[in-house]
């Protein structure tokens, strides 16, 4: 029990401040992720519903690549694609330079081009649930197509989508430790490093699984606030 509490200590003695800071890229990357993967949804969403057919099938084929392609699979290809991508324009403008893609940069595109397919259907559903009195409400009232969906169409929606983009964030919050396989350092890359160091994978392993758990907790409570304050005018009602 001693020897355990040694090694997850903090200090020169321990591997707490790698874990901590393990725990700090996970949750980094979740957060720097959610916004862009977000946008991208809804917009994706807007695609979906939109009059031009192009339109439509673009944003259909994304979610369709996108969706069915493995998470870890698409990791790998905006790491590597994108950098061989990169080197070939350099070596094309002629220049002998190597750029190499910042792993937190990688992992965070990849993440939200996943998510937001996903999002993106939460939000089309969300849309099929807004009567389309509102939008012609909003239009009698002199208000633009960009005000109304501003003003009464988006706060419905996020409402309706809210349940469905907290699966999502759980989801995103999980899917971060793939990022351990392109050498960014967070909870499981420092969890699996302190475990071949110290020859004890059951300690550190249990240890991540024990704050993921911890961190799924606070989001599922963090949500199901969220969920009641954006309710808060139906039980006034």
């Given at each position: 029990?001693?020897?355990?509490?040694?090694?997850?200590?903090?200090?020169?003695?321990?591997?707490?401040?790698?874990?901590?800071?393990?725990?700090?890229?996970?949750?980094?990357?979740?957060?720097?992720?959610?916004?862009?993967?977000?946008?991208?949804?809804?917009?994706?969403?807007?695609?979906?519903?939109?009059?031009?057919?192009?339109?439509?099938?673009?944003?259909?084929?994304?979610?369709?690549?996108?969706?069915?392609?493995?998470?870890?699979?698409?990791?790998?290809?905006?790491?590597?694609?994108?950098?061989?991508?990169?080197?070939?324009?350099?070596?094309?403008?002629?220049?002998?330079?190597?750029?190499?893609?910042?792993?937190?940069?990688?992992?965070?595109?990849?993440?939200?081009?996943?998510?937001?397919?996903?999002?993106?259907?939460?939000?089309?559903?969300?849309?099929?649930?807004?009567?389309?009195?509102?939008?012609?409400?909003?239009?009698?009232?002199?208000?633009s197509r960009g005000r109304t969906m501003w003003l009464i169409v988006l706060p419905?929606?996020?409402?309706?989508?809210?349940?469905?983009?907290?699966?999502?964030?759980?989801?995103?919050?999980?899917?971060?430790?793939?990022?351990?396989?392109?050498?960014?350092?967070?909870?499981?890359?420092?969890?699996?490093?302190?475990?071949?160091?110290?020859?004890?994978?059951?300690?550190?392993?249990?240890?991540?699984?024990?704050?993921?758990?911890?961190?799924?907790?606070?989001?599922?409570?963090?949500?199901?606030?969220?969920?009641?304050?954006?309710?808060?005018?139906?039980?006034?009602?």
């Amino acid at each position: 029990m001693n020897e355990a509490l040694t090694l997850i200590s903090f200090g020169d003695a321990g591997w707490g401040d790698e874990i901590a800071q393990g725990v700090f890229i996970t949750i980094t990357l979740a957060l720097a992720t959610l916004p862009f993967g977000l946008c991208l949804g809804f917009f994706l969403a807007l695609a979906k519903k939109a009059d031009d057919p192009s339109m439509r099938m673009a944003a259909n084929i994304y979610t369709t690549i996108f969706r069915g392609l493995p998470e870890l699979l698409t990791l790998f290809l905006v790491y590597y694609g994108v950098q061989i991508g990169i080197q070939q324009l350099v070596k094309f403008a002629g220049f002998d330079l190597y750029i190499e893609v910042n792993s937190f940069v990688a992992g965070m595109v990849a993440l939200a081009l996943v998510f937001s397919s996903y999002a993106s259907e939460a939000f089309l559903s969300a849309f099929r649930g807004i009567p389309q009195g509102q939008y012609e409400g909003g239009y009698a009232l002199g208000l633009s197509r960009g005000r109304t969906m501003w003003l009464i169409v988006l706060p419905q929606l996020i409402r309706l989508a809210l349940p469905a983009l907290g699966n999502l964030w759980l989801i995103l919050l999980k899917e971060t430790a793939l990022v351990s396989v392109i050498g960014l350092a967070d909870l499981v890359r420092q969890a699996g490093i302190a475990a071949r160091v110290t020859k004890e994978p059951f300690l550190f392993f249990g240890i991540a699984c024990l704050i993921y758990l911890l961190l799924a907790m606070i989001s599922s409570f963090g949500l199901v606030r969220v969920e009641r304050w954006s309710k808060r005018g139906e039980a006034a009602r």
